[in-house]
């Protein structure tokens, strides 16, 4: 029986993928976009939160490999260490979200060395991390924060995406045993629970944005007093 054998370039394929009129082969990605499935938002690899106690937090290993790009929101009071992890990445830091000495920031890394048992250290007091690995994500847009005191929501600012498709990460600092929740269709929230004491709480969200509308989700702990503080910080990602 004879068996039809297709080629491209010289090259034998069972099937051939076209983006843009153009054939792509067995090619799956480019310029960070899926064209196995002609397109598409970036993919988050893999997540991880952890609180610490009063001097320093190390979280659980998360596999990485992958990922084409790092985010991690830090939570902590008076923060001085440096960030690091265990492949040796270099971090951007972006604004803090402040109130008195209690911080909320985001720290990226794009084109990061990556894999398994891949874990994330800072050294201060009181910290906390969440951290989201992603692939697909090409470069910084903008940022914001904000703060609120006394009440259970904030809102980290609007932020009007350069371009039709990017990444909007949002973060929060909170001191309080709360769960917290995050509206305007955020998604994959990672939490690491107010540990009196040891570390603040914190938590991370994404939403990946497709029609150029500004964003500003609100969030939300479970109850308040006039103690609450929250702080809250925002960033967009281009992809």
Known sequence: ??????????????????????????ISRI???????????????????????????TTDVINTSGADFLVLALSA???SGPLTDNYANTWIPLSAASIGPVQCRLFYCFSPSVGANHTFTF????????VQAWSGVTSYDDES????????????GSITPAQSNELFISAVTFNRSDTTSIDSSFTDLVQ????????????IASKVVTSGAAQNPQWTIASSDVSTELESVMAAFKF
């Open 1 to 26: 029986m004879a068996v039809l054998v297709k080629t491209l370039n010289g090259l034998a394929y069972s099937s051939v993928k076209t983006l843009n009129g153009l054939a792509v082969g067995s």
């Open 31 to 57: 310029n960070g976009l899926d064209v196995t499935s002609g397109g598409g938002g970036p993919t988050l690899i893999a997540s991880t939160s952890k609180g610490g106690i009063i001097s320093g937090v």
């Open 77 to 79: 009071f008076s923060p």
């Open 123 to 130: 050294g201060s007091f009181y910290p906390a991390i969440a």
């Open 145 to 156: 924060g904000n703060t609120s005191t006394g009440v259970a929501t904030v809102s980290p």
């Open 192 to 203: 690491s629970n107010f540990n009196p004491g040891n570390s603040f709480g914190v938590a």
